[in-house]
């Protein structure tokens, strides 16, 4: 069974940046999709970003377009969240998870079929 385990986040000023990493162990991901989700205390889990088995179709949420950016080292296990010019707004847990499928034709509107998941990583954003 694949765990997944991310890492990365912290305390950080507006305007500042992150790299978060999700590290795969258990299973090879290299043939799945992976995708960047976030919670805020009483919000719903959102969208943040997505990226196939290759790494060459990516699609992010609108709160991350511009902004973030995800990519992946298959021979590493591990996929990656750079993000930049950030905002208390993007202040959540945010975590990995695995998709069943390679590749997908679009965002995912819906998340149910993503898993495992990792625990989480908090970042908190000051302004």
């Known amino acids: 069974q694949v765990q997944l385990a991310e890492s990365g986040g912290g305390l950080v000023q507006v305007g500042g940046s992150l790299t978060l990493s999700c590290v795969a162990s258990?299973?090879?991901?290299?043939?799945?999709?992976m995708g960047w989700f976030r919670q805020a205390p009483e919000q719903e889990r959102e969208f943040i970003a997505y990226?196939?088995?290759?790494?060459?179709?990516?699609y992010y949420g609108d709160s991350a377009k511009g902004r973030f950016y995800i990519s992946r080292d298959n021979a590493k296990n591990t996929v990656y969240l750079q993000m930049t010019s950030l905002r208390p707004g993007d202040t959540a847990v945010y975590y990995c998870?695995?998709?069943?499928?390679?590749?997908?034709?679009?965002?995912?509107?819906?998340?149910?079929?993503?898993?495992?998941w990792g625990q989480g990583t908090q970042v908190t954003v000051s302004s």
């Open positions: 998870a695995v998709d069943p499928w390679g590749h997908r034709s679009g965002a995912p509107s819906v998340f149910g079929d993503f898993g495992p």
């Open positions: 990226i196939n088995w290759s790494g060459g179709v990516t």
């Open positions: 258990g299973g090879d991901i290299s043939k799945n999709g």
